[in-house]
C-alpha cells in the first residue's frame, strides 16, 4: 500500500488498449512490450499484466504474476527508473485532459439519471469440491445499465396497494441473456435472443408509505445454447420514490443451475449441472462502480 | 400412525435437501450472503484507482509520479 502511494494506480480493458486506435491505445502499444510481451508471443498474445511508464510514455517495467512480491519488485524497480527521468522528460507537454475528449468509451454512456445494477454471481455450496482450489470461492461481477426512459417503462401508470405487472419483455430478456451468464470463473459471451427460453420478472405493490413503495419481485429464467445453460428463479425487493422518481433499493436473488463451458470461463472440466447464485442490486456511485457492462456492445445503445 | 410418523421422518433429509435448493424467504438471506463479496474479498476498493488508463495519465501527469496499470482482457472493475 506504502509503495503504491508514489503511483497514480489505474485499471484498465487491456484488448481495447492492445488493438484500438484510439489516442490512449496507441500510447499504451508505444511501450507495452518494452519489458518484453507479457503472455507469449504471436499477435494473438493478450497483453494483460501490470505496467508502470510516465506519462510521457516511457517504460518503467512490466509483469503479469499473482505473486505480491514479484509485483513489489517490479514497482521499486520502476520508481528507481522514474527518479532519474528528468521531469521535462518524465511529462507530457500537451495537456492530456484535451485528449481525453477525443477518446471513444462506453463508460461515456454511463446512464446518470437511470439505474445501474451491479451483478454478483458465485457458485453455490456443494460436495466433493476442494476448499484449498480458487475456483471453490470464485466469484464475479458486472453491471447492467438501464436508460432512464427504460427505467420508467418499468413502472405501471399508477401504484396503488396489491398493483401487479411484470417488466417489460424486452428488458427483462436483455437482463438475462447478457447477466445472468456463468462468470464465476472467467468472463463469458452472453446468449443469443433465441437461447431465452424463459424470462420474466413479476412485481407486485406490498406496502405503501408515504412517498415509498415497497414491491416484491419474483422471477424465473430459462435459457441455453451450444451445450451451456443456466435456469432458476429469482426472489427480490424493490422501493421505489415516488417523490425523487428513483428506485431506492432494486435487489434481485436468483438461486438455480449452470451446465457446460464456454472458451474463458473455466468449466472444462466442470461442465455438469451444478448450483449457481447471483445478487443483483444498485451500484454505488463510486467511481469503480461506473464501469461498462462486459458486453455493452450487446445492448445496441447509439 | 406410527408408520405415517416413520415415513415423514424418512422424508426428512430428502426436505432438507429439497429447501437448500429453493429460493424461499427463509433461504433468500443466506443465499444473498453466500453470493455477495466479503469486505476482504471487496478491500481493494481502498486503493486510489482511477477506472480507465487515460484518468492515471492525466492525474500522474498532474501529480508528477508514475502511472501503474493493472490490465486485463475485460475490465478488471468489472467482468474479468
Request: aromatic residues 8%.
Amino acid at each position: 500500500m506504502k509503495l503504491l502511494e508514489s503511483f497514480v494506480p489505474c485499471a484498465d480493458e487491456v484488448w481495447r488498449l492492445h488493438n484500438l486506435r484510439e489516442p490512449d491505445c496507441l500510447h499504451f502499444q508505444k511501450w507495452c512490450d518494452e519489458g518484453g510481451t507479457l503472455n507469449g508471443d504471436g499477435r494473438t498474445a493478450t497483453r494483460q499484466g501490470t505496467y508502470c511508464c510516465t506519462p510521457s510514455g516511457q517504460f518503467l517495467g512490466s509483469a503479469n504474476h499473482r505473486d505480491p512480491r514479484r509485483i513489489a519488485a517490479m514497482l521499486k524497480e520502476a520508481l528507481r527508473k522514474w527518479k532519474e527521468i528528468k521531469k521535462e522528460d518524465r511529462l507530457l507537454k500537451e495537456d492530456p485532459v484535451k485528449t481525453w475528449e477525443q477518446i471513444d468509451r462506453s463508460e461515456k454512456k454511463y446512464p446518470a439519471d437511470g439505474m445501474v445494477l451491479r451483478v454478483n454471481s458465485r457458485d453455490m455450496p456443494r460436495t466433493g469440491l476442494d476448499p484449498n482450489d480458487w475456483r471453490t470461492h470464485a466469484w464475479n461481477f458486472d453491471y447492467a445499465w438501464f436508460k432512464k426512459d427504460e427505467v420508467a417503462r418499468m413502472l405501471p401508470k399508477t401504484l396503488g396497494k396489491k398493483t401487479e405487472w411484470r417488466l417489460p419483455d424486452d428488458l427483462v430478456r436483455r437482463l438475462v441473456r447478457i447477466h445472468l451468464v456463468d462468470n464465476v470463473r472467467g468472463q463469458t459471451g452472453g446468449y443469443r435472443p433465441e437461447a431465452v427460453e424463459d424470462a420474466e420478472i413479476n412485481c407486485e405493490v406490498t406496502r405503501i408509505k408515504k412517498n415509498i413503495v415497497t414491491i416484491k419481485l419474483t422471477g424465473k429464467v430459462k435459457q441455453q445454447q451450444d451445450g451451456r445453460g443456466v435456469e432458476g428463479t429469482m426472489l427480490g425487493e424493490a422501493l421505489y420514490n415516488t417523490k425523487d422518481e428513483k428506485f431506492d433499493k432494486f435487489e434481485i436473488v436468483v438461486l438455480g443451475t449452470r451446465w457446460g463451458a464456454t472458451q474463458y470461463n473455466r468449466r472444462e472440466d466442470d461442465r455438469e449441472r451444478s448450483p449457481i447464485g447471483y445478487v443483483l442490486h444498485l451500484a454505488s456511485d463510486h467511481p469503480t462502480e461506473k464501469i461498462a457492462p462486459a458486453e455493452f456492445g450487446s445492448y445496441g445503445w447509439r | 400412525m406410527k408408520r405415517t410418523a416413520i415415513a415423514l421422518l424418512l422424508l426428512l433429509p430428502l426436505a432438507a435437501i429439497s429447501s437448500a435448493n429453493e429460493l424461499t424467504d427463509a433461504s433468500y438471506e443466506r443465499v444473498r450472503k453466500h453470493v455477495l463479496p466479503s469486505a476482504e474479498e471487496e478491500a481493494w476498493r481502498k486503493n486510489a484507482w482511477r477506472t480507465t488508463f487515460w484518468q492515471g495519465v492525466i492525474d500522474a501527469n498532474k501529480e508528477d509520479k508514475p502511472v501503474m496499470l493493472f490490465a486485463m482482457n475485460g475490465h478488471p472493475f468489472g467482468c474479468t
